[in-house]
Structures are given as C-alpha cells and as structure tokens.
C-alpha cells in the first residue's frame, strides 16, 4: 500500500499482498488473566465481535450488540468518533453516508461535503458537522446491502449510540446473563478530530470516570494512531481492567500521526523484536490484519490460498505483548481461496469459516475480530 490513507476498507484491501514466512510458535499468555484480573489462566482466545455481529444485524446498533452477547461474544466494539458538540458515538467512521439515512434528508443536503482525513480525500456527510440531537434524527443502514441481506433487513430501525449507551446496555446484559462482557473501543481518526478541535482521548476518559463499567469491566482501547495511545498509558492507571491496543498491518506504511508529524515508522518496522518491544511500553496488545498472522493472496492484493505462519506470534509473545487479529467474516469474498466454497462472492461458508478460525487459534493468538461472533464461539469452543 502506498502512503498515509489509512481506514480499514484500505488496510483489508492491502493485507492480501503481505509476504508469507515460517514460524515456530510459542505459548500465549494468559488471556484472562491479562484483561479481567483473574487468576486463572485462560488458553483460548476472546471472542470479539467485530461492531457487534455485524454480519447479521447494522453494524453499532443495539440489535448488531445484543446478537452479539446472545451468541457468545467476550467483547463488543464500538468504533468511535465524535459530533459536533463532543459526544462520542459509534460510528465506524466520520463519514456517515453509507452507514446511515442522511442521504436521505434533505434537511442536510448542504452539509455534503469533501474532507482530507488522514491524507485521504473523503466525499459524504461527517459526524462532526452534526450535533448529538441531530445524529439521534438519523438511523443506522447496512453498509453491504447486496452481501448482507438478512442485515439490510433491518435498516433504518435504529438509532445511533453513545459511548455511554453501549456501556449501560452492555453492563445491562453482563448482569442479565451473569457473565462479564468487555468493550473494545477504537478511537477513530484520532489526530484529525485533535486537528479540528475535538480531541477525543480526554473525553473518553471522562465518560470511563463516570460510568461504574467502563471503569470496572474489562476494557480495551484500540488504534492505528500511535501518539494516542501513548498519551493514553500515563492516565489510565486508575483503573486496573483498562488496556492499550496497537493497531497494525504488514506493510511499508506509516501510522497517520506519524505521517503527519513527518516520522518515519512503518507498521513493518514495528512488526520487528525491536519494534514490538516500543509497542510494549505504551500498550498490552498487538492487532495485524489477518494477513499478518497467516498470510493469503499476492503483492496485486488478489486473495489466494493460506499460506504459513508468520513469526509474529511468536516475536510479540516474546516481547511480552498479547496478540489479537482482525477480522474474520464469513462470506466468499473474505475468506481465502481454499476456503472458499460454491456461490457467489456474497455466499456465506459457516463451515469453511470455522476451520479457518480454528487454523488462525492454531497459531497462539490471544483473541480474533469476527463479524459473525456465533462462529467465533463455536470455533472456539472446540478447541481442547
């Protein structure tokens, strides 16, 4: 992948060419121990729903959530960025043309605009041109409407949410079902919103303050940004459930604050020992792309079969660092080619898409991203 740009669709584009290695893979570290204070070791992975199960349900709804918690999920996550006057809602990115109706209102036609966010030009609406009284006008849409149609379904049924409202619908089904559900928030963005005025690493910390779960649950905060999560690590000793997640893929790109500042670290320098071991001062975990720890596909970002095992399992654990993936979705056009089943690039392979996460937990991971948190159980729950 070239330069700065750097949102997800980009990186899931680009993390098909990362170049295959071999490995020899260590022991994990102990998962529960390491995010919920628990003594006794955990050798299987976390289960962490991907926006919800956002496979099924609109992604960062209510519904997408509590799908999730039905099926097993150890984590939520909110993505989240910021309105215009502060608040904090999940949204998986700024521009909101394809996740909501605000296409639709002409009431807001003028607000259409272009952005440069993350030194890539964006056309569409942008959260921070809305106040958290209109964002609640909006409702949430399926983003891969033709992939997902079970999901497209529902769209237009829900409302966008707060930070603080996921946290209390979460505590909500913690205290229902009598098991501990985390959140994995990323701040997204984080240098751009700083830029335009609306930092979001202090009001973050605010909302986990005031509310009795963030600040109890177990709680991991997640960015591709590196200056955050640094700012982040000397504020959050208070509280003692509360991890730092650095973001990454294998590639020669450079981190968006460390592009804008003029810095020279790439993601594949800090895929390194020596540059792990920088990411284990200022954070608890690791994350790549699925392609980082088993690399599929070629340098053209053509998907191909699974390959070996990288070293990066193995190199993090050694430097002390717990190691996450993302994300695992079930449909053909996800999936590498030899797992891939018959249909269409939209038809789903349950089976297929399980083997493959139980080759991903084969490697020693700590936790995996997936959009279909059923499968993830289920994969999981096999493992002896």
């Keep these: 992948m070239a330069d ?15 170049a295959t290695a071999g490995v020899a893979l260590g022991a ?32 960062h709804t209510l519904a997408s959530y509590a799908l999730a918690i039905q099926q097993g999920a150890d984590f939520v996550e909110p993505d989240l960025v910021s309105t215009k006057d502060g608040a904090l809602i999940a949204r998986h990115e700024n521009n909101i043309a394809d996740t909501t109706n605000v296409a639709d209102r002409p009431e807001f036609a003028d607000r259409h605009t272009t952005r440069i966010i993350d030194g890539q030009t964006v056309t569409g609406w942008f959260t ?7 964002i609640k ?48 928030p990323e701040i997204k963005h984080s240098s751009y919103f700083a830029k335009i005025g609306l930092p979001q690493e202090q009001r973050f910390l605010d909302r986990v303050a005031r509310s009795h779960y963030l600040s109890t649950a177990p709680v991991i905060v997640q960015s591709f940004e590196v200056g955050n999560l640094k700012w982040l690590r000397p504020r959050i000793g208070a509280y003692s459930k509360l991890q730092l997640l650095q973001l990454t893929i294998p590639l020669d790109m450079r981190p968006a604050d460390i592009a804008a500042a003029g810095g020279t670290l790439t993601f594949n320098q800090m895929h390194t020992p020596a540059g792990l071991a920088e990411i284990k001062t ?75 996460m139980q080759r991903l937990i084969a490697t020693g991971i700590d936790s995996f991203f997936t959009d279909d948190p059923g499968l993830g159980r289920q994969a999981v729950d096999r493992v002896a």
């Design 4 to 18: 700065t740009p750097l949102s997800r669709r980009a990186l899931i584009r680009a993390g098909a060419g990362v």
């Design 28 to 59: 994990a570290p102990s998962v529960l121990a390491a995010t919920t204070g628990a003594s006794a070791p955990k050798t299987k992975p976390l289960v962490i729903a991907h926006r919800g199960c956002s496979a099924l349900r609109p992604e």
């Design 128 to 134: 921070e041109d809305f106040t958290l009284a209109e």
């Design 137 to 184: 006008t909006l409702r949430a849409v399926e983003r891969l409407k033709a992939m997902r149609p079970e999901s497209n379904a529902y769209s237009g049924q829900f409302q966008l949410l707060t930070l603080e409202e996921i946290a209390d619908f979460v505590a909500a089904e913690s205290a229902a079902r009598g098991r501990t559900i985390g959140l994995i």
């Design 282 to 356: 200022y954070a608890d975990w690791v994350s790549p792309i699925l392609q980082g720890i088993i690399p599929f596909g070629d340098a053209t970002g053509k998907t191909g079969p699974l390959g070996k095992p990288t070293t990066l399992v193995r190199d993090a654990h050694a430097a002390g660092l717990l190691v996450s993936t993302w994300t695992v979705r079930p449909e053909n056009k996800f999936l590498p080619t030899d797992f891939q089943g018959p249909g269409s690039d939209v038809a789903r392979q349950d089976k297929a898409c399980i083997a493959y």
